[in-house]
């Protein structure tokens, strides 16, 4: 199983990106996906919990997101992504997606794979 991230950059506050996950070696409803944030500096605070889509297709989001990022895919290309719109400095981080079992309060949130991060810089 791999994850790759991409998409993110620089961006001014009230922009918007859009974050793309490839996955490959698991079919799309193999696992729930996730993405997380975390925010630089605050590494031993451990990643943040962003967005979910699980296998049965409910999508949740961070109260913090809500309403801002909206989480898609396509199963033709086993990709997923996170469009984020009205980006505030706060949203600045490293974005991972990830697949597994998701589970708040787990270690790693549950989730057993891990891409390499995309970084996020809201700033004027």
């Known amino acids: 199983v791999q994850l790759q991230a991409s998409g993110g950059g620089l961006v001014q506050p009230g922009g918007s990106l859009r974050l793309t996950c490839v996955g490959s070696g698991f079919r799309s409803d193999d696992y729930d996906i996730g993405w997380f944030r975390q925010v630089p500096g605050k590494e031993s605070e451990g990643a943040s919990y962003v967005s979910t889509r699980t296998r049965d297709g409910r999508i949740n989001y961070a109260d913090s997101v809500k309403g801002r990022f909206t989480m898609s895919r396509d199963n033709a290309k086993n990709t997923v992504y996170l469009q984020m719109n009205n980006l505030v400095p706060e949203d600045t981080a490293v974005y991972f997606c990830?697949?597994?079992?998701?589970?708040?309060?787990?270690?790693?949130?549950?989730?057993?794979?891990w891409g390499k991060g995309t970084q996020v810089t809201v700033s004027s």
């Open positions: 990830a697949a597994g079992d998701y589970a708040p309060d787990g270690p790693f949130h549950g989730m057993d794979y």
